[in-house]
C-alpha cells in the first residue's frame, strides 16, 4: 500500500514547532518562554522546537532573549531557535519568518505575553493524534476551563468579526481571532500566507476552509490583558479585518506555487458546474469498481460517487491530503498515492478494475505509451479506461508550459497511441469547443500562465450554454474523451493479416480501419453521443 500521508499512521507521538512572535515583552517574555518547557512532559510528544522571533523590539527584549538564551540550552526534548527582525514588521510576518526555521510536524502559534496556559498546548495536541486533525483552533469562547472576565465590547467585536468570517469560510468557529492555532507544518507551509500584522488571522482560517483541511476547536483558558497592562491588538486592527475578510474571501490564492500548477487547479475548482459537465460526459462508462488517476482534490470524484470500491490518486501529496479527508464517511473511498509512469506504485484491486478514469494526466508523462500499458495492465478482462486528453499541437501555449504539458494530442496521435498499446477505442468525442478559443487567446495571444478569477466565474456561469452549444460549433474540441478497452485475439488476428498482406487495396474499402476511426464514425452518427461500450 502507498500511502504518503504523514498523519494517517498508527504513531500517537508528534513533534511539535512552537512559533513565537514577540514585540515589546521585556518583562513577560522570558517568564512566558520559560512556562512552555513544562510541555517536554508531554508522552506524546516526541520533539519540542521552540522558534522565537524579536519583531524588532525597542524595550530592551531583544537583551532580555539573549539572556534568557544563555541560562536555557537544549536538551533531547526541547530546542530553541532565536531569530530577529532590525525592524519592526508586524506579527504576521513573525510568525512567517518562525514558520520558515519550523520543522516539527505541528506548528502551533504562542504569543509571549501570559495571556495563554501552555498547558492547553497538550490537548490540543490529542486532536491531532485521535481525530485525524489538519489543524486545531484553541477557543476562548467555546466553555473554557477558566477565563478572566473583562472588556466586554471588545468580546462582542472578536465574536461580530467571527461570524462574518464563518459566513464567509462556512465554518463555524467560535474563536477565528485566538492566538492558538495549530496546523500541520507542511500543509502551513504549502499556503502563501501574505499578511504581515492581525490580518493573519482570518487568512489562515479562510485558506485552511478553502484548502477544504479538517479543522477542530478545543476549549482553551484565557487571561487577558486590559490595554493598560499591555494589550497591543485595537480598533484599527478591527477595520483591518474587514477589508482581510474580504479580500481573503474572494481571493484563491491558497496553494504556493509547485510543479503541479496547483493554483490553475484550484483556481478551476471555482467552476463546479464545469466539473459536473465532465462528470456527466464519462458516467456512462463508469463501473463499480473505479480507479481515478490524478484525482487532483477530488472535483470530479464527488460527482462520480457512490460506488463499490472508489480509488482516488495522486503524486501531489498536498492533493492526497485533502482526498484522503474525503474518505472519513465513505467506506467505499480510499487514497492512494499513484504515478501514472510507474506501475509499481498502482493500488491493487483484486480482479481488476472495471473502470480507470485518467483525465488530464498523460500528456504531462515523458513515456505515454508506457503510461497506457500500465493503465491497461490494472483493468479487469472487460474494464474500461476512460482517457482525456488536450487536442490540437497548434494550441500548445503558456497555459500548457504553467501546466506542464509535453503535448497536445489529435485524433490520429491518440489513435496510433491506442493502437501500440493493443486497446481498442470504443467511443471517441471532443469536449468543450468554446474552451478552445478561450485557450487560444489566452495561452497563444496573451501569453497568460493562468486564468483570471473573472474568467473562471464566467466559464461556471456560461457552462450550461457551453453544454449545448458543444454539439453544434464547427470548431474542434480543446480536448478528446477516449473510452478504450482492450483489444479481442479476433480483431488482433484480424489487424496482423491485413497489416501482412500487400496486395490488399489501399483505397480504405477493405484496409483495417483504426479504433480511432470507427468510434469515431459512431460519434458522427450518433450526433456526439456514442452507444457502443456503455
Not at 465574536?159 to 474563536?175: E, H, V
Not at 477544504?212 to 487571561?223: D, M
Not at 478551476?268 to 459536473?276: D, G, K, Q
Not at 500500465?374 to 497548434?394: H, M, T
Request: glycine share 6%.
Amino acid at each position: 500500500m502507498n500511502d504518503h500521508s504523514e498523519f494517517r499512521t498508527v504513531n500517537r507521538h508528534r513533534s511539535l514547532s512552537i512559533l513565537v512572535p514577540i514585540y515589546n515583552e521585556r518583562f513577560l517574555a522570558p517568564l512566558s518562554l520559560a512556562r512552555l518547557e513544562t510541555l517536554q512532559d508531554d508522552e506524546n510528544l516526541s520533539r519540542i522546537e521552540i522558534v522565537v522571533v524579536d519583531d524588532g523590539s525597542t524595550d530592551g527584549t531583544g537583551e532580555a532573549l539573549t539572556e534568557f538564551a544563555n541560562s536555557h540550552r537544549n536538551n533531547d526534548v526541547v530546542t530553541w531557535k532565536f531569530l530577529r527582525h532590525d525592524k519592526n514588521a508586524g506579527k504576521g510576518k513573525a510568525i512567517r519568518t518562525a514558520l520558515a526555521h519550523a520543522t516539527g510536524e505541528v506548528s502551533i502559534i504562542h504569543d509571549a505575553d501570559l495571556e495563554y496556559d501552555p498547558s492547553d498546548i497538550s490537548r490540543i495536541m490529542k486532536a491531532f493524534i485521535d481525530h485525524d486533525a489538519d489543524a486545531v483552533f484553541g477557543s476562548r469562547f467555546a466553555g473554557a476551563a477558566i477565563r478572566r472576565v473583562l472588556m466586554y465590547r471588545h468580546q462582542l467585536a472578536n465574536q461580530f468579526l467571527t461570524f462574518l468570517c464563518n459566513l464567509i469560510s462556512n465554518l463555524n468557529l467560535t474563536d477565528v481571532w485566538t492566538c492558538y492555532k495549530a496546523v500541520r507544518t507542511s500543509l502551513l507551509k504549502s499556503i502563501p500566507l501574505v499578511s504581515n500584522d492581525f490580518r493573519l488571522e482570518p487568512e489562515i482560517a479562510i485558506k485552511l476552509a478553502k484548502r477544504e483541511a479538517r479543522l477542530f476547536e478545543v476549549p482553551i483558558s484565557y487571561f487577558g490583558r486590559t490595554y493598560a497592562e499591555g494589550k497591543k491588538i485595537n480598533w484599527k486592527d478591527g477595520l483591518l479585518a474587514l477589508s482581510a475578510l474580504l479580500r481573503f474571501g474572494l481571493s484563491d490564492d491558497i496553494y504556493c506555487a509547485d510543479e503541479h500548477g496547483s493554483q490553475i487547479l484550484a483556481r478551476l475548482a471555482r467552476a463546479p458546474r464545469f466539473n459536473r459537465w465532465m462528470a456527466d460526459v464519462i458516467r456512462p462508462f463508469c463501473g463499480a469498481k473505479v480507479l481515478e488517476i490524478g484525482s487532483g482534490v477530488g472535483n470530479l470524484s464527488r460527482a462520480l460517487l457512490p460506488r463499490v470500491e472508489y480509488v482516488v490518486s495522486d503524486i501531489n501529496t498536498l492533493y492526497l491530503e485533502t482526498l484522503e479527508s474525503l474518505s472519513g464517511e465513505r467506506p467505499y473511498l480510499k487514497a492512494r498515492f499513484c504515478d501514472v509512469s510507474n506501475l509499481g506504485s498502482f493500488p491493487i484491486s483484486d480482479g481488476g478494475y472495471d473502470t480507470v478514469i485518467c483525465l488530464n494526466v498523460i500528456e504531462h508523462v515523458a513515456d505515454d505509451r508506457g503510461s497506457l500499458m500500465n493503465i491497461k495492465s490494472v483493468l479487469a478482462g472487460d474494464g474500461r479506461a476512460i482517457i482525456l486528453v488536450p487536442q490540437g499541437p497548434w494550441n500548445f501555449g503558456t497555459l500548457d508550459e504553467a501546466l506542464g504539458h509535453r503535448r497536445r494530442y489529435t485524433f490520429d496521435t491518440l489513435s496510433a497511441l491506442a493502437d501500440e498499446c493493443g486497446v481498442e477505442i470504443v467511443s471517441l468525442q471532443q469536449f468543450n469547443r468554446i474552451g478552445t478559443i478561450a485557450w487560444f487567446l489566452n495561452g497563444k495571444i496573451l501569453k497568460r500562465r493562468s486564468f483570471g478569477i473573472a474568467q473562471v466565474w464566467v466559464l461556471n456561469l456560461i457552462t450550461p450554454i457551453m453544454r449545448w452549444l458543444d454539439r453544434w460549433l464547427p470548431i474542434p474540441g480543446l480536448s478528446l474523451i477516449a473510452v478504450i478497452q482492450r483489444r479481442t485475439e479476433s480483431e488482433r488476428t484480424t489487424k496482423n493479416s491485413l497489416a501482412g498482406d500487400a496486395s490488399l487495396p489501399c483505397n480504405g474499402t477493405h484496409s483495417y480501419a483504426s479504433s480511432a476511426e470507427r468510434a469515431i464514425e459512431t460519434y458522427e452518427r450518433t450526433d456526439g453521443s456514442s452507444t457502443r461500450g456503455r
